[in-house]
């Protein structure tokens, strides 16, 4: 049967909402969606005209088909590529040049994490600001020097580096207003270890207005 412009245009145009749909469903639930999921979403009647999107995208290089009825991405969601430098400080030659991916996901999976928003500045000097969220790496041990999330007796908790000091346990802020705090190692319980920042860069303009 052939395909005439406007057929070829809509098909596309479905196959940009399923790949959209996919990649949204993916980021929630960490699995891609069934044949059936997506037609439900997208209140299709026939699972063949599913697979029939499906199997285009896979000739285009978007999907890979893993088994029956699950197609996965044939890419990171979670990488994008850098393209040159920006300078912060005197200009510099604008290149544009695509010479690197970098890829986010690890900092970005969820399994074993979870995110903080942060209250304060005591850790500005390892820039993170007030209002920034943490991501934190769902753990109980921590090297020396890493930043953690810690309980102290089982009461409060805290973000600093952490410290361990034969029976003690040194907590030491980013900001040289703040003094070490001390404490016996079984009042300190390490909730998470810090694996990453995101900053709205908007919201910090608010709060600074």
Same mark, same amino acid.
């Given at each position: ?39 439900? +979403? ?10 029939? +999107?499906?199997? =285009? ?53 969820? +399994? ?14 390892? +820039? ?77 303009? =608010?709060?600074?207005?």
């Amino acid at each position: 049967m052939s395909i005439n412009k406007k057929e070829n245009i809509c098909m596309r145009k479905k196959q940009q909402e399923i790949l959209n749909f996919i990649e949204s469903f993916y980021k929630r639930n960490r699995r891609f969606p069934t044949l059936k999921e997506i037609a439900s +979403h997208f209140n299709i009647s026939a699972v063949s005209t599913v697979h029939e +999107h499906l199997e =285009k995208l896979v000739e285009e290089g978007y999907l890979k088909k893993v088994k029956r009825g699950i197609y996965e991405l044939s890419y990171n969601v979670w990488s994008f590529p850098i393209i040159g430098y920006i300078a912060a400080g005197n200009p510099i030659e604008a290149v544009n040049d695509l010479f690197e991916i970098i890829d986010i996901s690890n900092l970005l999976d969820s +399994h074993n994490c979870y995110a903080l928003k942060v209250k304060g500045n005591s850790m500005i000097d390892e +820039h993170i600001l007030n209002g920034d969220i943490i991501i934190v790496e769902n753990r109980q041990t921590a090297i020396n020097g890493e930043i953690a999330v810690v309980l102290i007796d089982n009461q409060e908790t805290t973000l600093k580096k952490v410290y361990f000091e034969d029976k003690m346990v040194k907590l030491v802020s980013a900001n040289p207003n703040f003094e070490p705090m001390y404490f016996e190692s079984e009042r300190v319980r390490i909730q998470g270890v810090v694996r990453g920042i995101i900053r709205d860069y908007k919201s910090q303009l =608010k709060r600074k207005g």
